[in-house]
């Protein structure tokens, strides 16, 4: 028996997030060619994210470094992949092969690790700075009064191509409660521009609750996935 609440249209989705993205732009008078579309697929099948190839997207964000190294194989080889999720520093050399941008770096310790490694590779990896903006404990990432100091460390490592920071905004049930956590990531971006002589065009933040207020603050990658595939079922696990 067919149950049509697993059934999800994900075309319909992505018209429909496409769609929400073009008038967050519009609102914000910014161009939607500058905002991302990176379609989170952890604990999707290679079926399901081949449908969204099939729709038209090529970006794709994965949280665990195993599971992206299992769907490789099944898929498209000109897919682009993000590694969203805490990067385990055991896993670093793995990443390093898997994935074209690493989001979530969140410490000097794993900063200093991808450098190294990436040395040995001959690599010079993209990546993205993690900023705790709300401060919670439960989230991974620089405190914001701290990203500048790092900054300098962080600069030293030469196999790092630094190219933005990203976020995670707290829960909420109102978008507009998220706003000062997406500008606080923006305005920190662009102190330390100013302060360092730096470009950190890119600005990773917004998901499936909050990414038209994140684009209207200059969100240059959205990570969505619930809006897409639907809701990540964990059972199987
Ligand atoms: C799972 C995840 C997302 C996507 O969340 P949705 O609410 O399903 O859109 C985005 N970013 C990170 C870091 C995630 O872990």
Redesign the pocket.
């Known amino acids: 028996m067919i149950n049509f609440e697993d059934i999800t249209n994900i075309e319909a989705n992505i018209q429909q997030v496409s769609a929400n993205i073009a008038e967050a732009c519009k609102t914000s008078g910014r161009n939607q060619s500058e905002v991302r579309l990176v379609a ?1 697929s ?1 604990n999707h099948s290679p079926q399901q994210i081949l449908q969204a190839v099939e729709a038209g997207l090529m970006q794709f ?1 994965e ?1 665990r470094v195993q599971e992206a190294r299992d769907k490789h194989p099944l898929l498209p080889e000109n897919l682009s992949w993000h590694l ?2 805490h990067l385990q520093r055991n896993k670093v050399r793995l990443a390093l092969k898997l994935f074209d941008l690493i ?2 770096v969140d410490s000097l310790e794993l900063a200093s690790a991808i450098d190294r490694i990436a040395a040995e590779e001959g690599l010079l990896p993209r990546v993205l700075l993690q900023v705790n903006v709300s401060g919670e404990g439960s989230k991974f990432g620089f405190q914001p009064d701290q990203l500048p100091a790092a900054m300098e460390e962080l600069l030293t490592l030469e196999r790092l191509d630094i190219i933005g920071l990203m976020t ?1 905004a707290p829960m909420a049930s109102e978008q507009d409660a998220v706003r000062p956590y997406f500008a606080g990531l923006r305005e920190l971006r662009d102190q330390i521009q100013e302060q360092m002589a730096v470009g950190l065009p890119e600005l990773s933040m917004g ?3 909050d990414y038209q207020v994140a684009i209207e603050e200059g969100a240059t990658m959205v ?5 897409i595939f639907g809701k ?1 079922d964990y059972s199987k696990e």
């Open positions: 989170v952890k964000g949280n969203i999720g989001h979530g995670i998901m499936t609750g990570r969505i996935g619930t809006a990540r």
